[in-house]
């Protein structure tokens, strides 16, 4: 990556970063894109360049994770298929990872329910959907290269990337609603066991 795609990678995390920090601190209806803006350093309308709503910036960092996981799968080529998807998954969601960093928060247990508030805002179910359903298309290519499928004929790409994506989605959900008392690498790991016990590739 060169250094202005790196800088925009940078800019894009930055603001949607702070679209999540604020709209868990304050509510979603009581976050302006100038805020968020300000808050990344930038002016509204860089934000503007890079988003078309305070929605799209939050959803950002689910959608930016969940496509490194097909980038990560096509880089695991001639491994087992769940051994492959797992281990992609797992590295998105590491607290270190480079998708996902973020400082610390001062009280993780207000910020949990802050959390919980924010992805059970309605405004943001529309576009929790767009992203989830682009994050899984390019999943299902990634499976279809590594299993020499065809994307457009066979089932089973698609079957599997809304299963990964299945898993992300159910074990955020657990672990939030659990008060965060499992981490979600851990409850991402038996999901997608259960999965590649009953999917095994073709």
């Not at 202005?4 to 930055?14: P, W």
């Not at 960092?61 to 298929?81: F, I, K, N, S, T």
Request: hydrophobic residues 50%; aromatic residues 6%.
């Amino acid at each position: 990556m060169g250094l202005r795609e790196r800088k925009k990678a940078q800019t894009h995390a930055a603001l949607s970063w702070a679209a999540v920090r604020l709209t868990v601190e304050r509510g979603f209806d009581k976050v302006k894109v100038e805020d968020i803006a300000e808050a990344a350093g930038v002016s509204p309308r860089t934000f503007n360049n890079y988003f078309s709503s305070k929605a799209e910036a939050i959803v950002f960092r689910h959608l930016d994770r969940c496509l490194r996981v097909a980038e990560a799968l096509r880089e695991r080529p001639g491994e087992p298929l769940w051994d492959a998807i797992t281990e992609s998954v797992l590295r998105q969601f590491a607290p270190d990872a480079e998708a996902v960093a973020h400082p610390p928060v001062a009280d993780a247990e207000r910020w949990a329910e802050g959390v919980r508030v924010m992805v059970a805002e309605p405004a943001l179910r529309g576009e929790m959907s767009r992203a989830g359903a682009t994050a899984e298309a390019e999943i299902a290519a990634a499976v279809a290269e590594l299993t020499g499928s065809d994307l457009r004929r066979d089932l089973y790409p698609h079957l599997v990337a809304s299963a990964v994506m299945g898993a992300v989605n159910t074990a955020i959900a657990h672990h939030l609603r659990t008060d965060a008392a499992v981490p979600v690498s851990r409850l991402l790991t038996d999901a997608l066991a259960r999965f590649a016990a009953g999917l095994s590739t073709p």
